[in-house]
């Protein structure tokens, strides 16, 4: 069993990238830790542990920094939703949260499974800076580490041109990250655009009769209907589902490059921007190996299997 500790800030594609890593078979999920981020902290606790009740499993959840390191930054609701959760006015669940903050459990689970927990960032790096601040040899202890995060050709997503959402909410973190962390995975949001799923596929598997399904078809009827307003008409786009499916099946990627990124924290116009040294010409230490092209039909058949839609890729 490959064991994956998931930070994320739920969201609707976290919801999706939360349920692939419950069903793909061969993974063990010891956490979930909370970021804020799409929404507030409050709201992504509690859709988190409701998606544990649709999932029906026991993952512990942890509760982690409520606010960006350093700056303020806009939630994303208008994307997700005033809850995070398509405001669709589930009952909430009846579970808790563990009382161990989420920075906390990072360390832990890193000491305790050295050398085999792999982790996976969906959300804005608040909580695994501090916790590189806390326990430098974070990096050290932890198998492989995949972030979604970043626009490595300066698209963006954000109020700010060139800057993603995950790594614009909270740049300071993000520096922390990039610049401690000696070798990570990186999906970024311009990889994300380049892997629609249509919409028509998607409808279908969004009808499938599993609780899955239902729930995220109505969680995720809001975005769907404002991305294929302002974004793209014919594909629905998913960061974090992508993000999760290579770090999860990385054979179904079909070219990574590995480049030395860093992020800027100060332009007038470019703070949170990702700046990744294309040609090698700084001399600056390579750090990122960044999704650059993913097989679709791989990454649908991660995104059936989270939804209960099909039977499983092998
Ligand atoms: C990222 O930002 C959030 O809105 C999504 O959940 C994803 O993690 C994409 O830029
Ligand atoms: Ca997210």
Not at 16 to 21: E, K, S
Not at 85 to 97: E, N
Not at 131 to 137: G, I, K, N, R
Not at 145 to 167: C, K, Q, S, Y
Request: glycine share 8%; net charge negative.
């Amino acid at each position: 069993m490959e064991r994956w500790l998931i930070d994320t800030d739920p969201g609707v594609d976290d919801a999706l990238a939360i349920m692939m890593a419950h069903r793909l078979p061969g993974i063990s999920v010891c956490a979930l830790t909370l970021a804020a981020g799409n929404v507030g902290i409050d709201h992504t606790t509690a859709n988190a542990l409701k998606l544990l009740d649709i999932l029906n499993v026991d993952t512990p959840v942890h509760v982690g920094a409520p606010v960006p390191l350093v700056r303020s930054a806009n939630d994303a609701a208008f994307v997700h939703g005033l809850d995070g959760f398509g405001d669709i006015g589930y009952t909430p669940s009846k579970r808790f949260a563990e009382a161990e903050h989420a920075v906390q459990a990072m360390i832990r689970l890193a000491r305790l499974h050295a050398g085999e927990l792999n982790m996976i960032m969906l959300g804005p790096l608040t909580n695994l800076a501090l916790a590189l601040c806390l326990e430098p040899a974070l990096p050290n202890l932890v198998k492989r580490l995949v972030i979604m995060g970043g626009a490595v050709t300066g698209h963006g997503n954000t109020e700010r041109l060139p800057a993603e959402f995950n790594t614009g909410f909270d740049v300071e973190a993000a520096h922390i990250v990039f610049s401690r962390w000696p070798r990570f995975d990186l999906v970024d949001w311009e990889a994300t655009l380049a892997h629609g799923v249509p919409i028509a596929e998607l409808d279908g598997w969004l009808s499938a009769d599993t609780d899955e399904a239902r729930f995220y078809r109505a969680i995720s009827r809001k975005t769907r209907t404002w991305m294929s307003r302002e974004r793209n008409p014919t594909h629905w786009v998913a960061a974090d589902a992508l993000a999760m499916a290579a770090a999860l099946r990385p054979e179904s990627a079909r070219d990574w490059q590995e480049r030395a990124l860093r992020v800027e924290l100060d332009g007038a116009l470019t703070r949170g921007a990702t700046v990744v040294d294309w040609s090698g010409r700084m001399g600056w230490p390579v750090n990122a190996r960044i999704l650059m092209r993913y097989d679709q039909a791989g990454f649908g058949d991660t995104i059936r299997t989270a939804l209960g839609a099909n039977t499983t890729p092998g």
